[in-house]
């Protein structure tokens, strides 16, 4: 290892917080910039960290739909697999599976004997559709801290479908529509992958039929959806129905056809019974794209490394967390949101989508 | 214990009341009734004596997680419930059980108190070992005491009715006493409570029923049109409108009860009213308000919170905090239902009555004479001194109606306006329950000079969390997370930016605050995001609206 024992932060560090962005100085790059910049690294297609007007952008070869859609077709964009390396003025870079939604990615980067990795978003189970997260061994690890507080810890994956289904087959039974609202890149997709399509028919609002195209193009199977303007979607139909809705359609005139419907949110704040009733929905599903805190523990022991950066969520908590345990850790103030933010600040994918 | 933490969950998730009243009722028929027994204790509002002292809770739950003591207080203040805290914090359960409510409440639970400190600890673990998560969520809560599921007493009753097929009223007055401390409800008593009417409990002697309440609607027209609307005042009889709690005294048999508006038993909460309702004739119910009394003048109704909040009233709080019913109307008596007659015969039936009994604690409230609309208007503007609302206005020859209605005859309120303020939002705390995680509860401050006063600072004055929408809320709470230039534990010192215009309904001098001003239900009226700072009002402002 090239690098001392204690370096000074800022002095040789690969990745440095500017007001643009996370920046790698050697490289002359930024990960996942707030600000318009020459050269983007973007580590996946949520709109707080895939911005508009960066003049060349690098994501996974699985990223590449999302972000034309939403960026626009004539985005310069290249794509890397996952594994494979490039270089860029003497700094080595590859992206690494992060479990977060398809095509999200870790960025590795090796320069002068040190290796730093900036994780993006991820999540540490397994979901089914996208390449599961994988640590990567580094000397400076880069997390993020969505939900950074013990009391985060998830149900595992059948455990959640159970629930949804059994809700969802309730609802189909006693004649009511079942009406999940879920982010419409990502929650929507691993909802369809994992519910029991037996129950009955599913239908997705507007929102979410693009990106349903984009994760079926990358091979992830999804069971059929309907819209509400297909012919045969009537009214006995859509009382056994699942409906998928972006949480902006909440309250609005969209749901009218539904009739007497229940209702549910599906994500990691509705861990806790404040935040559920806060939504005004009938139930409130924990799931989320992020780690728990067993899983972000988990992640940043298998890295390694020894120095940890902080960027958002429970910064402050994780910091003081990790430095008790020894490790090297400060916090890096970036504008990532959260798509889940609680406290209504992001507008998030629901208006993104 | 299972399918009581379900209709935990079914009645937390609710907001709708009509899928509460189905959660309770589908939990009471299928619930066997040792366990139903103990639900509806429970539910209703009983609590047992402390189980565990709260901090020996936390440390265990602290140690059991593995955290430090600063994590589990973080991970507290992100939950704002220390039972859910817990539930969420602990390891996954290592065992199981299929122990019914009461088993778990009369075996596990209420033994733990008294056990040995020693024993107490293991006792603890192996207990929360069985119990799955969202029973813990339950477990925890009656543990510490804080079971409150959004359901009101009246709801309980009303499903207890429906399952029952017994008047709600009945089940109201069996439900006397059901939660006293160191009650041990079982299935017998359960039984007791659904069972069908017994001839002798209809029977009118032993009846504690009350009358539906007639409730008031608020008037707010400017007085010029008072005359058009409402004729001459000779047409009305005019009173204070009390800041109490309205209640109906009824007296049968030689028993006494007193129902606070929505059917409430609240006997019990006031021994002296019921004990100076004996020296009320049999069979006459009185309608009026109670409210804590000193030296013939109506106290704060702060003071009434005070003895509403205890579970137990010592004779201090009884002696520091004396109460008496203003009365102001006689719907009862002689065993006659008086509702039909004109509400000044009424009035004048309730004032011999009164005059016979004579007791102290039973004080008529006047009626207010005045010349003209204009006349009553001006002697209005005294209400702040006088520790009212306003005025009441009851047609002479309205008759006692049921609820809001308006077909026999009306009540009117007409109350008087706010105070208000422009302040500055300077601290703010996260909030409990549905506000958990947002910052919701602010205190406010004004300056202590005018404006140009290069030296004049911020001074608090007043705590507030009530006023906003949803919506604003989260907008506040997110330039708060912005603008944040400390933090202390659960509490942020923000930079001011946010002003509010703040009501409240009494002012007076205070040594317990530091701006030297103590406010009466402060509330935020609006949020003037139109106003900078600097204009804000002042302390100056704020003198000004002493009473003298």
Same mark, same amino acid.
């Given at each position: 290892?090239?690098?001392?024992?204690?370096?000074?932060?800022?002095?040789?560090?690969?990745?440095?917080?500017?007001?643009?962005?996370?920046?790698?100085?050697?490289?002359?790059?930024?990960?996942?910039?707030?600000?318009?910049?020459?050269?983007?690294?973007?580590?996946?297609?949520?709109?707080?960290?895939?911005? #508009?007007?960066?003049?060349?952008?690098?994501?996974?070869?699985?990223?590449?739909?999302?972000?034309?859609?939403?960026?626009?077709?004539?985005?310069?964009?290249?794509?890397?697999?996952?594994?494979?390396?490039?270089?860029?003025?003497?700094?080595?870079?590859?992206?690494?599976?992060?479990?977060?939604?398809?095509?999200?990615?870790?960025?590795?980067?090796?320069?002068?004997?040190?290796?730093?990795?900036?994780?993006?978003?991820?999540?540490?189970?397994?979901?089914?559709?996208?390449?599961?997260?994988?640590?990567?061994?580094?000397?400076?690890?880069?997390?993020?801290?969505?939900?950074?507080?013990?009391?985060?810890?998830?149900?595992?994956?059948?455990? /959640?479908?159970?629930?949804?289904?059994?809700?969802?087959?309730?609802?189909?039974?006693?004649?009511?529509?079942?009406? /999940? =609202?879920?982010?419409?890149?990502?929650?929507?997709?691993?909802?369809?992958?994992?519910?029991?399509?037996?129950?009955?028919?599913?239908?997705?609002?507007?929102?979410?039929?693009?990106?349903?195209?984009?994760?079926?193009?990358?091979?992830?199977?999804?069971?059929?959806?309907?819209?509400?303007?297909?012919?045969?979607?009537?009214?006995?139909?859509?009382? #056994?129905?699942?409906?998928?809705?972006?949480?902006?359609?909440?309250?609005?005139?969209? /749901?009218?056809?539904?009739?007497?419907?229940?209702?549910?949110?599906?994500?990691?704040?509705?861990?806790?019974?404040?935040?559920?009733?806060?939504?005004?929905?009938?139930?409130? =599903?924990?799931?989320?794209?992020?780690?728990?805190?067993?899983?972000?523990?988990?992640?940043?022991?298998?890295?390694?490394?020894?120095?940890? =950066?902080?960027?958002?969520?429970?910064?402050?908590?994780?910091?003081?967390?990790?430095?008790?345990?020894?490790?090297?850790?400060?916090? =890096?103030?970036?504008?990532?949101?959260?798509?889940?933010?609680?406290?209504?600040?992001?507008?998030?994918?629901?208006?993104?989508? | 214990?299972?399918?009581?933490?379900?209709?935990? %969950?079914?009645?937390?998730?609710?907001?709708?009341?009509?899928?509460?009243?189905?959660?309770?009722?589908?939990?009471?028929?299928?619930?066997?009734?040792?366990?139903?027994?103990?639900? !509806?204790?429970?539910?209703?509002?009983?609590?047992?004596?402390?189980?565990?002292?709260?901090?020996?809770?936390?440390?265990?739950?602290?140690?059991?997680?593995?955290?430090?003591?600063?994590?589990?207080?973080?991970?507290?203040?992100?939950?704002?419930?220390?039972?859910?805290?817990?539930?969420?914090?602990?390891?996954?359960?290592?065992?199981?059980?299929?122990?019914?409510?009461?088993?778990?409440?009369?075996?596990?639970?209420?033994?733990?108190?008294?056990?040995?400190?020693?024993?107490?600890?293991?006792?603890?673990?192996?207990?929360?070992?069985? *119990? +799955?998560?969202?029973? %813990?969520?339950?477990?925890?809560?009656?543990?510490?005491?804080?079971?409150?599921?959004?359901?009101?007493?009246?709801?309980?009753?009303?499903?207890?009715?429906?399952?029952?097929?017994?008047?709600?009223?009945?089940?109201?007055?069996?439900?006397?006493?059901?939660?006293?401390?160191?009650?041990?409800?079982?299935? +017998?008593?359960?039984?007791?409570?659904?069972?069908?009417?017994?001839?002798?409990?209809?029977?009118?002697?032993?009846?504690?029923?009350?009358?539906?309440?007639?409730?008031?609607?608020?008037?707010?027209?400017?007085?010029?049109?008072?005359?058009?609307?409402?004729?001459?005042?000779?047409?009305?009889? $005019?009173?204070?409108?009390?800041?109490?709690?309205?209640?109906?005294? @009824?007296?049968?048999?030689?028993?006494?009860?007193?129902?606070?508006?929505?059917?409430?038993?609240?006997?019990?909460?006031?021994?002296?009213?019921?004990?100076?309702?004996?020296?009320?004739?049999?069979?006459?119910?009185?309608?009026?308000?109670?409210?804590?009394?000193?030296?013939?003048? @109506?106290?704060?109704?702060?003071?009434?919170?005070?003895?509403?909040?205890?579970?137990?009233?010592?004779?201090?709080?009884?002696?520091?905090?004396?109460? !008496?019913?203003?009365?102001?109307?006689?719907?009862?008596?002689?065993?006659?239902?008086?509702?039909?007659?004109?509400?000044?015969?009424?009035?004048?039936?309730?004032?011999?009555? *009164? %005059?016979?009994?004579?007791?102290?604690?039973?004080?008529?409230?006047?009626?207010?004479?005045?010349?003209?609309?204009?006349?009553?208007?001006?002697?209005?503007?005294? +209400?702040?001194?006088?520790?009212?609302?306003?005025?009441?206005?009851?047609?002479?020859?309205?008759?006692?109606?049921?609820?809001?209605?308006?077909?026999?005859?009306?009540?009117?309120?007409?109350?008087?306006?706010?105070?208000? $303020?422009?302040?500055?939002?300077?601290?703010?705390?996260?909030?409990?329950?549905?506000?958990?995680?947002?910052?919701?509860?602010?205190?406010?401050?004004?300056?202590?000079?005018?404006?140009?006063?290069?030296?004049?600072?911020? !001074?608090?004055?007043?705590?507030?969390?009530?006023?906003?929408?949803?919506?604003?809320?989260?907008?506040?709470?997110?330039?708060?997370?912005?603008?944040?230039?400390?933090?202390?534990?659960?509490?942020?010192?923000?930079?001011?930016?946010?002003?509010?215009?703040?009501?409240?309904?009494?002012?007076?001098?205070?040594?317990?605050?530091?701006?030297?001003?103590?406010?009466?239900?402060?509330?935020?009226?609006?949020?003037?995001?139109?106003?900078?700072?600097?204009?804000?009002?002042?302390?100056?402002?704020?003198? +000004?609206?002493?009473?003298?």
């Amino acid at each position: 290892m090239a690098s001392p024992d204690l370096p000074g932060p800022g002095a040789g560090d690969l990745v440095v917080a500017r007001s643009e962005g996370l920046y790698c100085p050697p490289g002359d790059f930024y990960i996942d910039p707030w600000k318009p910049v020459e050269r983007a690294v973007i580590t996946h297609g949520h709109s707080d960290h895939a911005r #508009r007007g960066h003049a060349h952008y690098l994501a996974h070869t699985d990223s590449a739909g999302v972000l034309r859609a939403r960026l626009g077709a004539d985005i310069t964009l290249q794509t890397l697999a996952y594994g494979d390396t490039i270089e860029h003025h003497g700094v080595r870079l590859s992206l690494h599976p992060a479990g977060h939604v398809l095509g999200s990615a870790q960025v590795r980067l090796q320069h002068a004997g040190r290796v730093w990795v900036a994780s993006g978003d991820y999540k540490t189970e397994p979901d089914g559709t996208c390449a599961p997260f994988e640590p990567v061994p580094c000397d400076t690890f880069i997390t993020e801290s969505t939900f950074g507080l013990p009391i985060y810890r998830w149900p595992t994956q059948p455990q /959640l479908f159970a629930e949804i289904d059994a809700w969802w087959r309730r609802n189909a039974e006693e004649g009511r529509a079942s009406v /999940l =609202f879920c982010y419409a890149f990502g929650k929507a997709q691993r909802i369809l992958h994992g519910v029991d399509a037996s129950i009955g028919p599913i239908v997705a609002h507007g929102a979410v039929l693009p990106l349903n195209a984009v994760y079926r193009a990358a091979g992830v199977a999804l069971p059929p959806t309907l819209r509400v303007t297909d012919p045969g979607v009537d009214a006995a139909l859509l009382k #056994r129905a699942l409906v998928l809705a972006p949480p902006s359609a909440q309250g609005t005139p969209w /749901l009218r056809r539904f009739g007497p419907y229940a209702d549910a949110f599906a994500s990691g704040w509705m861990q806790l019974r404040g935040t559920r009733r806060r939504r005004g929905v009938d139930r409130g =599903f924990v799931m989320s794209d992020h780690a728990d805190w067993p899983g972000l523990q988990q992640a940043i022991a298998a890295t390694g490394a020894s120095r940890v =950066f902080v960027t958002h969520g429970s910064v402050a908590v994780m910091v003081r967390w990790l430095r008790e345990r020894g490790l090297q850790a400060q916090g =890096f103030a970036t504008e990532y949101g959260d798509e889940d933010e609680p406290a209504a600040t992001a507008q998030g994918e629901g208006a993104a989508a | 214990m299972k399918a009581f933490a379900a209709l935990y %969950r079914d009645l937390d998730a609710s907001t709708s009341s009509l899928a509460k009243q189905a959660a309770l009722q589908r939990y009471l028929r299928a619930a066997p009734p040792q366990d139903a027994a103990w639900a !509806v204790y429970f539910l209703a509002g009983g609590k047992p004596r402390q189980l565990v002292p709260v901090k020996l809770l936390r440390l265990l739950a602290q140690e059991a997680a593995g955290l430090p003591e600063w994590l589990f207080e973080e991970s507290y203040q992100a939950v704002g419930d220390l039972a859910e805290t817990i539930a969420l914090l602990l390891p996954p359960p290592g065992e199981a059980h299929d122990l019914g409510l009461a088993r778990w409440v009369q075996d596990h639970l209420l033994p733990l108190r008294g056990a040995p400190a020693d024993a107490l600890p293991e006792r603890l673990r192996t207990q929360w070992r069985r *119990l +799955a998560p969202d029973e %813990r969520l339950v477990y925890f809560k009656l543990i510490t005491g804080a079971f409150r599921v959004g359901v009101s007493k009246l709801q309980v009753t009303q499903a207890l009715a429906a399952v029952g097929g017994v008047d709600a009223k009945r089940v109201a007055q069996r439900l006397m006493g059901y939660t006293h401390l160191g009650a041990r409800p079982d299935a +017998a008593a359960y039984a007791a409570l659904v069972a069908p009417e017994a001839a002798q409990e209809r029977a009118a002697q032993t009846s504690g029923q009350p009358y539906p309440f007639f409730l008031a609607h608020p008037f707010n027209v400017d007085i010029a049109q008072f005359d058009a609307l409402l004729g001459p005042t000779a047409g009305w009889l $005019v009173e204070w409108k009390w800041d109490g709690i309205r209640a109906q005294l @009824v007296k049968r048999a030689g028993q006494v009860w007193l129902w606070s508006r929505g059917e409430e038993l609240v006997t019990e909460r006031f021994p002296e009213l019921a004990a100076m309702g004996e020296a009320l004739p049999d069979d006459s119910v009185l309608d009026g308000e109670i409210v804590v009394w000193r030296d013939g003048t @109506v106290q704060p109704f702060a003071e009434l919170q005070r003895r509403i909040g205890r579970k137990t009233l010592g004779p201090k709080l009884l002696r520091e905090l004396p109460v !008496v019913l203003l009365a102001y109307d006689l719907i009862e008596h002689a065993g006659r239902d008086l509702r039909a007659l004109p509400q000044d015969q009424r009035r004048a039936r309730l004032d011999a009555l *009164l %005059r016979e009994v004579n007791h102290p604690l039973l004080v008529p409230s006047p009626v207010i004479g005045g010349d003209g609309w204009a006349d009553l208007a001006r002697l209005r503007e005294s +209400a702040r001194e006088r520790g009212v609302e306003g005025m009441m206005l009851k047609r002479r020859d309205a008759r006692y109606g049921v609820g809001r209605t308006k077909d026999v005859g009306v009540w009117w309120k007409w109350k008087i306006d706010p105070l208000s $303020v422009d302040a500055v939002l300077v601290y703010a705390q996260r909030g409990h329950g549905r506000r958990a995680s947002l910052y919701s509860d602010y205190t406010f401050a004004v300056w202590n000079g005018l404006p140009g006063d290069a030296e004049r600072q911020l !001074v608090p004055f007043a705590k507030a969390y009530s006023g906003l929408t949803d919506a604003e809320m989260a907008r506040v709470d997110a330039v708060i997370r912005r603008t944040t230039v400390e933090s202390f534990g659960p509490v942020r010192s923000v930079k001011p930016t946010l002003v509010f215009e703040l009501g409240f309904e009494g002012i007076a001098r205070s040594t317990r605050h530091k701006s030297g001003i103590a406010v009466r239900f402060p509330r935020m009226l609006r949020w003037r995001e139109d106003k900078p700072v600097e204009e804000a009002d002042t302390l100056q402002t704020l003198e +000004a609206l002493l009473p003298p």
